[in-house]
T-cell receptor, first 117, second 109 residues
Framework: GAVVSQHPSRVICKSGTSVKIECRSLDFQATTMFWYRQFPKQSLMLMAT?????????EQGVEKDKFLINHASLTLSTLTVTSAHPEDSSFYICSASATGLSTDTQYFGPGTRLTVL | KNEVEQSPQNLTAQEGEFITINCSYS?????LHWLQQHPGGGIVSLFMLSSGKKKHGRLIATINIQEKHSSLHITASHPRDSAVYIC???????????FGKGTLLTVNP
């Protein structure tokens, strides 16, 4: 089946620094990638939808200047958490929707656990 | 009220028991997904269905579009089935998923 990877799997950083998380589709092209955030014991919350070659669409309440998303190719999307603060500590998950396959099919990455000290 | 409601929130079973997790939704959908999230956090897609029933190994998923209800069944449950099971629905052309809060399943040996 289709595989989505994320890097890094865990990151610890100091408050005020920026962190970049990569999401790659390994064996398929992904026109659309999604970024989710999950706080402990909470459901996944969609942060933004990323389409290759265009600007990401952010959900209400998600600061686009703080969470920078770049989807420069059909196999890679990046999420950069700028000037991270402890409240940004969370589990970040990406998913990818494959070009040419069922529009409802999404493949999830393994997630990145961010801890901001 | 959430658009996607799951029940129960928590479920504890003995190894070998038959498990049922329910999902109800209030919006029009194009597909319903069942996902599994293990303690490490990674998510695995178990099923995507828009009608009827699907089976994969010991897992069975059913959906009733008229009643806006889906069930996930696990036969002969095993401790390795312990995880959070999440129901999510998608609709429209933008593929966005709306998630339930998940059901924490613990299967004891």
């Amino acid at each position: 089946g289709a595989v989505v990877s994320q890097h890094p799997s865990r990151v610890i950083c100091k408050s005020g620094t920026s962190v970049k998380i990569e999401c790659r589709s390994l064996d398929f092209q992904a026109t659309t990638m999604f970024w989710y955030r999950q706080f402990p014991k909470q459901s996944l919350m969609l942060m933004a939808t990323s389409n290759e070659g265009s600007k990401a669409t952010y959900e209400q309440g998600v600061e686009k200047d703080k969470f920078l998303i770049n989807h420069a190719s059909l196999t890679l999307s990046t999420l950069t958490v700028t000037s991270a603060h402890p409240e940004d500590s969370s589990f970040y998950i990406c998913s990818a929707s494959a070009t040419g396959l069922s529009t409802d099919t999404q493949y999830f990455g393994p997630g990145t656990r961010l801890t901001v000290l | 009220k959430n658009e996607v409601e799951q029940s129960p929130q928590n479920l504890t079973a003995q190894e070998g028991e038959f498990i049922t997790i329910n999902c109800s939704y209030s919006v029009g959908i194009s597909a319903l997904h069942w996902l599994q999230q293990h303690p490490g956090g990674g998510i695995v897609s178990l099923f995507m269905l828009s009608s009827g029933k699907k089976k994969h190994g010991r897992l069975i998923a059913t959906i009733n579009i008229q009643e806006k209800h889906s069930s996930l069944h696990i036969t002969a449950s095993h401790p390795r089935d312990s995880a959070v099971y999440i129901c999510a629905v998608s609709g429209g052309s933008n593929y966005k998923l709306t998630f339930g809060k998940g059901t924490l399943l613990t299967v004891n040996p």
